[in-house]
Structure formats: structure tokens, C-alpha cells
């Protein structure tokens, strides 16, 4: 009997074990989209200036995105941090964000960040091409994303899926310069051409690197870190030429939850993530753009110097779900 | 009559069927809200997902599930004759090490193999000098398969050697002194074994269409990788739901079909006969068949312990190893949390089926639909429900621990099903008329009795829930993290090293109460 009682005890208090185990002690819950080994220190050192203890969950800004939706009006967040603005721009549109205002919002250029203050750019990107230099010289190298879908590339691209949300936001600018109609057509060509698609943008400059693709569709600091790896790779931005479709400029971003737990750190993190010292180290170790005036870029040439496609990106926010249905018709989510 | 009187049908109680009528709706719950969610996907969805994506993963899953059986069939049902039939040098240490590799998940062993294998890894650098350029791509189907295989055979290899062990010689001897070669032995031994090798390819398949970490790694599209990109992805329910619904049916197919064969062609030994184990001698051959044995260990023992250790060693001092601690309890945790709840859930259903009843039936096969659920589609139906329904628990320990439990239930329930099974029921009434009351006589004698296959169906539940990926990576808490997350997380960005050192401790960790299983003789229980 004793045995007997005893399992039964352990049955009836497991889930009370359980629940306790399930409370968040953390001071701060921060969603991230953004890399781990990318945004990690950065948090660590907010977590040491401010002695808060923050919880992190790192995971595709998509994701994240659909869970923070998905958990209504008790969202356990407090800050979201996206890869690309349009994941922000629809929460934001959702209703899901409370606005921010910090010392230094002012000095985010407007286009990187929203008009009602509910997210704002942190450091801002390109996206490139990254070219393995050992398999291309620089005379074959492409200069315009629409010519690969020319066959003599057949093979040889990589480009992340689509939970990647700077690609999602890439294709969303795409579809508003050039319409739904060619960036069908394009997209096709790219999955006739066997373009590659790979888990994130890690694996993809990691691939282009080793030569086992030639040119991989990323954001420019992926090509920044490989090339510091010692691997063979140059980077090319795409579509230059006037009147051509230009650069995609995207900023990764932050909001505050609305109806988060604990909204006066949430704002703490904010002001520290645009901080001249945050910035520098967006820019020093991970080497992005910064968007604060003052702060040096690490060898990158200048963002002005840099033709974009003029989207604001603003507007990508209606866009993700349009672009995601997209890549799920043509194939090419995963 | 008495024959088939066993203690389960004794101990039936109104509050045990209670039980296990509570524990039956829940672990069906998933299945019921994958087919709703399922029915309720617009048209416009399901036009789109069965123009353009299922008719594929139809091939590519059904396609990668017929080449990982076939092969596992060959490679396990041969190395398990060889082991327990013949007179291999060093077959009993060989038969535990061919076993052994099942404490590596595929998808630590895909991480292994895309790095060796992949372009500019070892095998790339060893064949240059030698003018080889490059190899021809490891990721795609025949990765997959490859290292599928490689990880997957243990469970034909255990069923199989159980067969063989139980097997009375004198078939063998028969076919002999009638003047049959190898071959026809073989082909007897194998209509003979046909039980416990469809039992073996049955659980390969359906491995292989819930594998979610392998194909991943590999690029390989499948149902779940799919599933998980439409979750993940776009955070789409209803169309994740959908192609669910397609995979379940898939699923429950091939289980039908696995079950039909496992006893459509059964041949019944006559009597236990005198079962003198003999060994085939394999004369010439031995030290072929040796060398066989030793390249089939050394691809999956072999080289991913040297590779794991390597990099281990390489990364050390990175990582900081209270990190590495915290992981490690993490999995423990959950593993273990999952392993006790479902062994103690798990018997009012075996108890329910044991009884023989028609609701005990439908019961036990509700309670054990996990089988036909791949981790993602426990983990979707686990977010949808528990947001809608139940929010407070949405994001804790517990709800993971629910979706394991319901995960690994079937593997539970068929221990203690058959561990009731063996358990006469005149013991049972013996302690009645000695005035024992029906939860006394359970307690004091079935239970007692039945400790050895509790412990056993916790070790297996245990084994398999410390390996899951896709469900934990789902539904795991805020700052969660347990050992196949730390795998994942370097390797999806192509870091192989770096996920050697959490990698490593999987291995060990499922590998330890493996081998208790393993020189327990309670093999078989593992499949």
C-alpha cells in the first residue's frame, strides 16, 4: 500500500512541481529574431549595466512574430527584437506594440523607424551578394539579381528559407518596385535555376565560403564575417546602375509589447540598444550599420554611397503575409 | 479458459477505467484537433498545398521511408544472424555494439556526416592529393538515407536477434541435412523471423516519417520539415494542420500495413523442442564477415565518437560548462518528468486493455495515437490547444512534458501491457480469498510483480524523450534549453564543431541507461 500511496502523491503533485517550474523570475523577456551568437553580447551587456536579469528566447523572427500574435492579449514578452523592419511594421500594425520614446530616437534617420514610435531600426543592412572568389573571377561576377535566373548559374546559388525575415523583406520590396508578376517570374526562374535553400544565413555564407555554392543571397555583414574567417569571398551590391532596382537597405528592429510584464525595463533595453556604446557594438562586432549619427563603421562603405530601392519600410509590414504566400506557391519556403 | 486469465483481468476497478478514459482523451486530443483544424483549412489552402507541395513529399517521404527499411532490413536482420547464429570471433561484445548506435539520434549523426562528408570536409581533403576536386553532394535523399540507415538498423538489428535467439535449430538443421545451402537457411530463417522483422521495419518507418532533425540537416524537404517551416515559418495553423492530416494518414498507413505483415505470414514452432543453441560455423568466411562487422561499427560507432570527442575537445574552454550543466539538467528533467508521468498514466490504460473489453480496446488505441503523431504535430496541437484553451499553461515545462507524454505513451503502454500479460490472474484471486480488498491485492501483488517492466518502460521512454528536437524546440520555455536545442542551434547555421560538445553528452547520456537495457536482456523492449 505504502508503494501505492506514495505513486500516487508523486501523480497528484507533479503538476503543482511542474507549474511552479513554469513562472518566469526574469525582470526583462526579451523575443529575440536575431542570431544568438549576433545579439547575445549585446544583451549580456545590458545585463550587466542595468543588473537586470534578462530571459532570452532566440528564434526565427517569424516565428517569434507568430507566437507573440498568437498569445493575445497576455503576451510574455517585453521587447521584440525583428531581423527585418516589416516583421515589426506588422506588429506594430496588429496593434501588438507600445509606443517608445528615448533620448536618442530622434537621431534614427525616419525612414529606418515608425512614425508612431511603436519600432525603430538598431542597425541598419544590405542585402549582397556573397561571391566565393576562387570559383568566380571578377569579371563573370554578377551585377544585377535578375541575372540569375540566366542558366549559366544553374546550381550554383544559396539563399536562406523562408523563415528568414530579412529574405521575406527583400521579396516584399521586390513585389512593391516590380510587382507581383515579375517577382513571380523571377522567383520561379530561381527554383528552375535549383537555387539553394539553406536554414539561415549563417549556413549560407558558410556554404559560399567553402565553394560549394558560388554566390549566396545575404545580408552584408554575413559576407563582412566570412571574409574575417579567411575564406575567398568578395560581396557585390546588386542593381546599381540608374534607374535600376537598387539596394535592399533593411534595419534590424525593436519595439516595446504592448501589455508586456514589466514595460519600464523594456524601455531601459530600448534606450540601451541605441546607446552610442550598443551602437558601436553593432557596428564593431558584428559589423552593421549604425544608426545613430557618430558611431564609425567598421571599413564598410558608406550607406549613402549605397543606391536603395526607395521603399520605405514602413510598408513591409502588410507585405509579410502577401510575400510568405508567394514563396509557399512557388516552393520555395523550405 | 484459465489459460488466458491473466492478472489484468483482475484488477479492473471503476476508478482505474476512470483513469484511463481521462488518460485516452488527452493523448487523443492532438489527432482530433489535427483532423478539425484540418477539415476546417480553407479550399483555397488545401488547392494550393495538394497542387503544389504534397504530391512531392508524397515521393520524397514515402520514397526516403522504402530505401531506409529496405536497407535496414538487410543491414540489421545480417548483422543479427551473424552475431547470434554464427561463430564470428567476439560476437557477444559485437551484438551489444551493433546495438549501441541507437543512443546516437540521426540528427547528431547527419551533423557528423554533412561535416566529413560535405564539400572541403576530411573525406574532401584526404581525396584531393589524389586529384579529386569534389565530391559529389552529401546533402538531399541519399544523405538523408544514408545517415538514416546508419542510425535506424539498431531496431531491426535487437528485434531480429531476438527472433534468431528464440529461434528452434532444428529448422536450420533441417534445411541442411535436405541438402540446402546458406541460401535456402536463410530463406527459411527469414519466413520464420518474418514476426519480428516486420516489427523492426515497421518501427524503422515510421522513424523515418516523423524525423524531423536528420532530413533538416540533410536539405531534404519532407511532411515535417514542411509542417515545421508553415509553423515556424509563417505561423500558419491551418495549412501546418493540413499537411499534418496527410502525413497522419501516411503514417497510420504504413502502421497498418507494418501490423498486417507482422502477423499475415506468422509460422508457429510446435512445441519448444530441445532449443540447443548452435552456431553455424563460418569457415573461410569468417574473417570477411568479421571485417564487415567492424566497418559497419566503425561508421556508426566508431567515427562519430572520434569526431564528437574531437570537437568536444576542440571547443572546450569556448563554452562556458554552467551553461553546458544547465542543458544537461534541463534534459534530465524533462526526460525524466516525461518518463515517470507517463509510466504512471500509462497503466490504468494497460490495465484497461489487459481486461479485454471492447471500450479497453478503443481506449488503449486512442491512448497510444501518438504513435501515428510526429513531434511537430504533437507540438502544433499542443500551442493551438493550450492558447485557446488552457493559456496558463501555454510556455511552461508542463505543457512540453504533456506533449512528450503523449508522444512516447504507446512505447509505456506496451511494456506494462505485456509485463500485466505475464502475470497470472489466480495470484490475484489468491490474495482476494485470503481477504485482500481488490486495490490491496493490486498493490501488495500485481504491482510488486510488475516493477521490472515499469522500470523497463521508463528506461525507453526516458531514452527517447532526451533525444527529441522538434517538439522541444517548439514548445520549450522562455531561456529552455536542453541538449538536442544546443545541437540544433550551431548546426542549422552549418557550425558543426561547434555543436560537438552537447552532441557528445547526449550521446553518453542516452547511451547509459541503453546499455542497462542492453545487459538486462531486456533488449527487445527498446523497439
Not at chain 2, 99 to 120: N, S, T
Request: charged fraction near 15%; include cysteine; glycine fraction near 12%.
Amino acid at each position: 500500500m505504502r508503494r501505492g500511496a506514495l505513486l500516487l502523491v508523486a501523480v497528484l503533485l507533479a503538476p503543482a512541481a511542474l507549474s511552479a517550474c513554469g513562472g518566469s523570475s526574469a525582470d526583462l523577456v526579451v523575443y529575440s529574431g536575431r542570431n544568438e551568437a549576433l545579439f547575445k553580447p549585446i544583451l549580456d551587456d545590458f545585463a550587466e549595466a542595468s543588473g537586470l536579469q534578462v530571459s532570452v528566447r532566440f528564434a526565427d523572427t517569424t516565428d517569434l512574430a507568430g507566437t507573440l500574435l498568437e498569445e493575445g492579449g497576455s503576451p510574455r514578452a517585453d521587447v521584440f527584437i525583428g531581423q527585418d523592419a516589416g516583421a515589426l511594421a506588422r506588429l506594430g500594425e496588429k496593434g501588438r506594440l507600445a509606443p517608445y520614446d528615448g533620448p536618442a530616437l530622434d537621431q534614427v534617420p525616419a525612414e529606418l523607424r515608425s512614425a508612431d514610435g511603436t519600432w525603430t531600426g538598431l542597425s541598419a543592412r544590405v542585402r549582397v551578394l556573397i561571391i566565393n572568389t576562387e570559383e568566380l573571377p571578377e569579371a563573370e561576377r554578377p551585377e544585377s539579381l535578375f541575372e540569375l535566373t540566366d542558366p549559366k548559374w544553374k546550381g550554383k546559388v544559396a539563399a536562406p528559407n523562408a523563415t528568414n525575415a530579412s529574405w521575406i523583406g527583400f521579396i516584399s520590396e521586390m513585389r512593391l518596385k516590380r510587382g507581383e508578376d515579375e517577382t513571380r517570374a523571377w522567383l520561379e526562374g530561381m527554383k528552375a535555376n535549383g537555387l539553394a535553400v539553406l536554414g539561415s544565413h549563417t549556413d549560407v555564407r558558410n556554404a559560399v565560403g567553402s565553394g560549394e555554392f558560388q554566390i549566396g543571397l545575404v545580408n552584408h555583414y554575413y559576407y563582412e564575417l566570412e571574409q574575417r574567417e579567411g575564406s575567398p569571398v568578395a560581396q557585390v551590391v546588386t542593381d546599381q546602375e540608374p534607374g535600376g532596382f537598387g539596394a535592399v537597405v533593411n534595419a534590424s528592429s525593436g519595439g516595446i509589447v504592448k501589455g508586456g510584464p514589466n514595460p519600464e525595463n523594456a524601455k531601459k533595453l530600448m534606450d540601451f540598444l541605441l546607446t552610442t556604446k550598443a551602437q558601436e557594438e553593432f557596428a564593431g562586432l558584428n559589423f552593421e550599420y549604425p544608426v545613430v549619427p557618430g558611431v564609425p563603421t567598421e571599413g564598410l562603405a558608406p550607406l549613402e554611397s549605397i543606391t536603395g530601392t526607395g521603399i520605405e519600410l514602413a510598408r513591409l509590414g502588410p507585405q509579410v503575409d502577401k510575400t510568405l504566400d508567394l514563396l509557399r506557391e512557388v516552393g520555395l519556403e523550405s | 479458459m484459465s489459460a488466458a486469465r491473466h492478472a489484468g483481468e483482475r484488477t479492473g476497478t471503476g476508478p482505474a477505467t476512470a483513469a484511463a478514459a481521462v488518460v485516452a482523451l488527452v493523448a487523443g486530443l492532438p489527432l482530433l484537433y489535427v483532423i478539425v483544424r484540418a477539415a476546417g483549412a480553407g479550399a483555397d489552402t488545401w488547392g494550393v498545398l495538394l497542387d503544389r507541395r504534397v504530391p512531392g513529399l508524397l515521393a520524397t517521404t514515402l520514397g526516403l521511408a522504402a530505401v531506409v527499411c529496405s536497407a535496414t532490413l538487410v543491414l540489421g536482420a545480417g548483422l543479427a544472424w551473424l552475431t547470434v547464429r554464427t561463430d564470428l570471433p567476439g560476437r557477444r561484445v559485437l551484438a551489444v555494439l551493433c546495438a549501441l548506435p541507437l543512443a546516437i539520434p540521426p540528427y547528431v549523426g547527419a551533423v557528423i556526416y554533412a561535416d566529413l562528408l560535405g564539400p572541403r570536409g576530411a573525406l574532401q581533403g584526404v581525396l584531393e592529393p589524389l586529384g579529386v576536386e569534389r565530391l559529389p553532394s552529401i546533402f538531399g535523399f541519399d544523405g538523408a538515407a544514408f545517415v538514416l540507415i546508419l542510425f535506424t538498423y539498431p531496431y531491426v538489428f535487437l528485434l531480429a536477434s531476438a527472433g534468431l535467439a528464440g529461434l528452434n535449430p532444428h529448422y536450420d538443421e533441417a534445411v541442411r541435412a535436405l541438402g540446402g545451402g546458406p541460401l535456402l537457411a536463410a530463406r527459411t530463417a527469414a519466413r520464420l523471423l518474418l514476426p519480428a522483422l516486420a516489427s523492426g521495419a515497421l518501427l524503422v518507418g515510421l522513424y523515418v516519417l516523423s524525423d524531423f532533425g536528420a532530413v533538416s540537416l540533410m536539405r531534404l524537404d519532407t511532411f515535417t520539415t514542411v509542417i515545421y517551416a508553415e509553423l515556424g515559418g509563417r505561423f500558419d495553423p491551418p495549412a501546418a494542420a493540413a499537411l499534418s492530416s496527410v502525413l497522419v494518414v501516411l503514417t497510420l498507413a504504413v502502421l497498418v500495413g507494418g501490423l498486417r505483415l507482422r502477423g499475415g505470414g506468422r509460422y508457429t514452432q510446435t512445441g519448444a523442442g530441445y532449443a540447443r543453441r548452435t552456431v553455424r560455423p563460418l569457415g573461410r568466411a569468417k574473417w570477411p564477415a568479421l571485417t564487415l562487422v567492424v566497418l559497419v561499427l566503425a561508421a556508426t560507432l566508431g567515427v562519430p565518437l572520434v569526431v564528437l570527442v574531437g570537437w568536444t575537445v576542440e571547443s572546450l574552454g569556448d563554452q562556458a560548462i554552467g551553461d553546458f550543466g544547465g542543458w544537461a539538467a534541463n534534459s534530465l528533467l524533462v526526460s525524466g518528468l516525461s518518463a515517470s508521468v507517463a509510466v504512471a498514466v500509462a497503466l490504468p490504460v494497460a490495465m484497461a486493455i489487459a481486461r479485454g473489453s471492447r471500450f479497453g480496446r478503443v481506449l488503449g488505441a486512442l491512448a497510444q495515437s501518438g504513435y501515428a503523431l510526429p513531434g511537430v504535430i504533437v507540438a502544433l496541437a499542443a500551442v493551438a490547444i493550450s492558447t485557446r484553451f488552457f493559456s496558463p499553461l501555454y510556455g511552461t515545462l508542463a505543457l512540453l512534458v504533456i506533449a512528450f507524454v503523449v508522444r512516447f505513451l504507446p512505447q509505456a503502454v506496451q511494456a506494462e501491457e505485456s509485463g500485466l500479460a505475464q502475470i497470472g490472474g489466480n495470484l490475484v484471486d489468491a490474495a482476494r480469498s485470503l481477504g485482500a480488498s481488490r486495490r490491496r491485492a493490486f498493490a501488495q501483488v500485481v504491482l510488486p510483480l510488475l516493477r521490472p517492466s515499469l522500470v523497463a518502460a521508463w528506461i525507453v521512454v526516458f531514452l527517447t524523450a532526451v533525444k527529441e528536437l522538434p517538439a522541444t524546440l517548439i514548445l520549450r520555455p522562455i531561456g529552455f534549453d536542453t541538449l538536442p536545442v544546443r545541437v540544433w542551434t550551431p548546426a542549422r547555421d552549418g557550425l558543426y564543431a561547434e555543436a560537438g560538445p552537447a552532441a557528445l553528452a547526449l550521446v553518453v547520456l542516452s547511451a547509459l541507461p541503453l546499455v542497462v537495457v542492453l545487459l538486462s536482456r531486456r533488449g527487445t523492449l527498446l523497439a
